[in-house]
């Protein structure tokens, strides 16, 4: 069988393995290849989503991929939905008991053979074309150890716009450490693409921290001092009321625990300030009696808390979050 293969890659063919991944060859073809990338779901308690966001997957053209899927004990159907699934489809899939978030990326993680990974969730959709985008980009790049790209946020029911999410368009080309640091500019989790290989040199998953992604960034650009974000739409991302970030004090608390990593670091009482204040923001438009409550925490004298302070006092319908 002949591949059709971009000129960009051409040159490299007898050099790299990968190349073949981006034949556009049949999908059966097409997953027989080595793969370039591996893309990693971990499944919980998603039976209302996890079908569309496994198909989204599946449909990929343009680089070969594995989609390896842990079900990390779900008591709803998603076990039987992602049975059927992998007979059809032909990924990989492991039922086993609950273990948690982070011991379910270490694991798939483990599982990985691709020269690039991605995470996806099990609420998601992936976009067309999102895993030839940052591939063809990480090739065409080697000096990056990853790349991020743009969000669509849709509803519980899957309707959403046309639109990226403006506050991850302002991060094109590159995010630098500082910007991300002190929350000038952000980078989405579900977007990401990395190298394999540099991934688990710098350690891999931290366990030490409830969500994995928030760490990792901040540890990658203290290292690289930038990372880029593509313009690439990567992910419609469901927002459905029970998604981890609508967890505040997990979240925020989190990051001020993260950040004491680099409390050496010239900027780094600024920066604790600045991130109470985007808590304490967060908490005037989901729950002011938590955010009045929280005050003597979170309150400052500094212009980033002032500027959020009578967010406390506006009647929710008139506040963007």
Known sequence: MEYSITNMFAQKMTENVYV???AQGEETEQRELPPVVSVLMASYNHEKFVEAAVRSVMAQRGVAFELIVIDDGSKDSSPKILEKLQAELGFTYVHRENKGLMPTMHELLSMARGKYFCTFASD???PKGRLEAQATYLESHPEDPMCFGQIIVMDAEGRHGDTPDPRYTRSIPRVTFEQFFL????????TEMIRLNVFREMGGYDSEYPFEDFPQWLKFLHKYGSLPVLPALCCYYRVHGNNMSSNRALMYGTFLKVLERYKDHPLYPKVVKI???HW??????SDKKEALRK????GSFSLPFLKRLPKLFIPRFLLKQ
């Open 124 to 126: 998601d959709i992936m």
């Open 183 to 190: 929350g000038q500019r952000e980078i989405h989790g579900c």
């Open 295 to 298: 005050l003597p925490e979170l």
């Open 20 to 22: 073949k991944a981006f």
């Open 275 to 277: 991130w109470k204040s």
């Open 280 to 285: 304490f923001s967060a908490l005037c438009y």
